[in-house]
Nanobody
Framework: QVQLVESGGGLVQAGGSLRLSCVASGRATNRYTMAWFRQAPGREREIVAAITWSAPSTIYADSVKGRFTISRDNAKNTVALQMNSLKPEDTAVYYC?????????????????WGRGTQVTVSS
């Protein structure tokens, strides 16, 4: 079993920055693909970014490319999401997810473990 705990959410003005962190415990998650998803009210959950454990390679949603950066520290079993130039449309609950694979999928159903989420609110 894998437990994921997110932190770092909050309220920020448009144009500001936030850094989300996710700590993984349980199995050897340093060999898992880690991802951030988000879900805004009334909308489906969507991929924000994902990072594999080897190389590592990354994928991003088009809406966040150039503004968000995903990174991981395998020694500490953590994954971070640096969010810059935030926009009101980035407002959502952000979830950390993990899958026992070295492939960064964009689909939430391919991820095996989920955190409870952290709220990010961007005011205009």
């Amino acid at each position: 079993q894998v437990q994921l705990v997110e932190s770092g959410g909050g309220l920020v003005q448009a144009g500001g920055s936030l850094r989300l962190s996710c700590v993984a415990s349980g199995r050897a998650t340093n060999r898992y693909t880690m991802a951030w998803f988000r879900q805004a009210p009334g909308r489906e959950r969507e991929i924000v970014a994902a990072i594999t454990w080897s190389a590592p390679s990354t994928i991003y949603a088009d809406s966040v490319k150039g503004r968000f950066t995903i990174s991981r520290d395998n020694a500490k079993n953590t994954v971070a999401l640096q969010m810059n130039s935030l926009k009101p449309e980035d407002t959502a609950v952000y979830y950390c997810a993990a899958r026992d694979s070295d492939y960064a999928s964009r689909y939430d159903y391919r991820y095996d473990y989920w955190g409870r989420g952290t709220q990010v609110t961007v005011s205009s």
